[in-house]
């Protein structure tokens, strides 16, 4: 174990800490808990969205892939920044004139009926453990590679301080933990960029033609196909990640952290500049570590390619920067995992407690007990679930959320303000059969089953494509569609009047 690692690591918990017990002291209210209160500024929020989104898969695992697989590895970044347009012009200021604390606020304040609030929160709960639960079994394997402690005990290290940032902080904690790793990762990124840059003697023709013999791909290393070669997946991949990022709930809760919608819009044209930058220097992180690392390195490390952006900092910048680098991709699991157990343990203690269990009428104190209890079951059931996966593959995980969020979430947030005709029973069918739809989908696919043992069961998957999201999307759409017009209750227009009128002016809300 690196002491100067170890050391960086240290700071970081210890910083996270410090701002989890200044914000305790902040946290005495359920908005405080779930929201921090409202207060955050648009830049504020645009990073703390940015910290949350740029996950280690993003850090971690696609400068692995670019410098494995070529253009092919760069379609997660494509799609994960074209996927904050869908947010910034259809969702992000409907959602916060709408809502209060979560995105079930928002459906519920068109459909009053709880089953409705109760499905809306079991989508959330469901995204947020597939989410975590990959997160955490990267987070053991990675902290086990870097610092050489043991997988269960790297997992449970997470989990406790992940527990500690949203018991007692709540949402001011996890914001400024996701504020602080976004600022590390930008600047972590930006250094190792330039270091690169530098080599290829800051010329993007240069840089280009080099790397047309750098790897065992040759040429082709610039060429889509080299990992997807079924154009179906590559489009279905893609359409999950455009769309699901309009229906991951622990990026939604962010726009209740600012005071209006006008404030949300500039948070996520905030997080929209500062992610696109950060996906265009994955270009110079795989580049790089293709060239300064090799092929052959890579693998031999890890053969996901996870640990390519530590071996580059390595190579360039010597045993310090590797353990920088170290130390964010920590602080970047961090961040991830305190958001997703903050909107796992809101649906569970705003929408099925608070609003389904005690209708409505549960008192300030109770809210903040239930938040808070909420919040160490998720972790408690997550950490379990990440212990016993470790030996399974669970990569497909991350793109399940994605498919369940643009499958189950986003037809009922779109129809819920866009479609007049759109009643209880559409949104019911069309988010059941999002959800229902990918993970049966999933369950039959080649990321559950390989004939060469290379996933969760050995046998014949029984459809091609790992990602179902170029299915069960269209057939959440077509299921809230169908729904709605099989259904004998006329809509309530003088309620979709009242929508349209708040989603788009917020004229409503208490602007004071």
């Given amino acids: 174990m690196s002491a100067t690692a170890f050391i960086l690591f240290l700071a970081i918990v210890a910083l996270t800490l410090v701002i989890t017990y200044f914000a305790a002291r902040r946290t005495k209210t359920a908005n405080e808990f779930y929201t921090a209160g409202g207060g955050l500024t648009g830049l504020q929020n645009g990073l703390a969205i940015a910290g949350d989104y740029m996950s280690a898969a993003s850090f971690l695992g696609i400068a692995g892939m670019i410098a494995l697989n070529g253009f092919d590895g760069f379609f997660y970044s494509i799609g994960f920044l074209v996927a904050y347009l869908v947010v910034l012009y259809i969702v992000a200021e409907p959602l916060r004139n709408l809502g209060k604390f979560t995105m079930a606020d928002m459906i519920a304040s068109r459909f009053k009926q709880k089953k409705i609030r109760g499905v809306a929160a079991l989508n959330t709960i469901t995204i947020s453990t597939f989410y975590m639960i990959a997160q955490l079994v990267g987070a053991g394997a990675l902290i086990k590679l870097l610092l050489g402690i043991d997988y269960t005990l790297a997992v449970c290290i997470v989990g406790v301080l992940m527990t500690i940032y949203v018991v007692f902080g709540g949402m001011i904690a996890t914001s400024w933990v996701q504020i602080i790793k976004a600022v590390l990762l930008m600047a972590g990124t930006l250094i190792i960029s330039i270091l690169v840059f530098s080599k290829f003697g800051f010329s993007l023709t240069n840089m280009f033609e080099q790397m047309k013999t750098a790897t065992p791909l040759g040429a082709d290393f610039l060429n889509p196909g080299n990992k997807y070669k079924v154009p179906l997946e590559t489009l279905s991949l893609n359409l999950a990640l455009v769309l699901g990022t309009a229906g991951l709930p622990h990026i939604l809760i962010r726009f209740y952290t600012v005071k209006d919608a006008k404030t949300a819009r500039k948070s996520v044209v905030s997080a929209t500049w500062i992610i696109g930058i950060f996906y265009i220097m994955t270009v110079f992180l795989g580049f790089g570590a293709a060239a300064f690392v090799g092929f052959e390195n890579i693998l031999a490390a890890d053969q996901a390619g996870n640990m390519a952006a530590p071996l580059l900092a390595q190579a360039l910048g010597g045993d310090f920067l590797f353990a920088f680098v170290s130390a964010i991709a920590f602080a970047t699991i961090l961040a991830v995992v305190t958001g997703l157990v903050l909107s796992a343990a809101s649906a569970f203690a705003h929408d099925i407690y608070s609003q389904i269990i005690r209708k409505g009428a549960a008192?300030?104190?109770?809210?903040?007990?239930?938040?808070?209890?909420?919040?160490?079951?998720?972790?408690?059931?997550?950490?379990?679930?990440?212990?016993?996966?470790?030996?399974?593959?669970?990569?497909?995980?991350?793109?399940?959320?994605?498919?369940?969020?643009?499958?189950?979430?986003?037809?009922?947030?779109?129809?819920?303000?866009?479609?007049?005709?759109?009643?209880?029973?559409?949104?019911?069918?069309?988010?059941?059969?999002?959800?229902?739809?990918?993970?049966?989908?999933?369950?039959?696919?080649?990321?559950?089953?390989?004939?060469?043992?290379?996933?969760?069961?050995?046998?014949?998957?029984?459809?091609?494509?790992?990602?179902?999201?170029?299915?069960?999307?269209?057939?959440?759409?077509?299921?809230?569609?169908?729904?709605?017009?099989?259904?004998s209750k006329a809509p309530d227009k003088d309620a979709f009047a009242e929508i349209q009128v708040k989603a788009h002016t917020g004229i409503h809300m208490d602007q004071s």
């Fill in 363 to 487: 008192t300030e104190k109770e809210q903040m007990i239930a938040a808070r209890w909420a919040s160490i079951g998720v972790s408690v059931l997550s950490i379990l679930l990440a212990v016993f996966a470790q030996s399974l593959n669970v990569a497909f995980l991350v793109s399940l959320a994605f498919a369940v969020a643009a499958s189950a979430n986003l037809p009922l947030i779109i129809f819920t303000v866009f479609w007049k005709r759109f009643n209880a029973a559409g949104a019911l069918t069309g988010s059941l059969i999002g959800l229902l739809s990918a993970l049966i989908l999933v369950s039959i696919s080649p990321s559950v089953w390989d004939p060469a043992g290379n996933a969760i069961f050995i046998g014949e998957p029984l459809i091609p494509i790992s990602n179902p999201g170029i299915i069960s999307i269209p057939l959440g759409f077509l299921g809230a569609y169908l729904g709605t017009i099989l259904s």
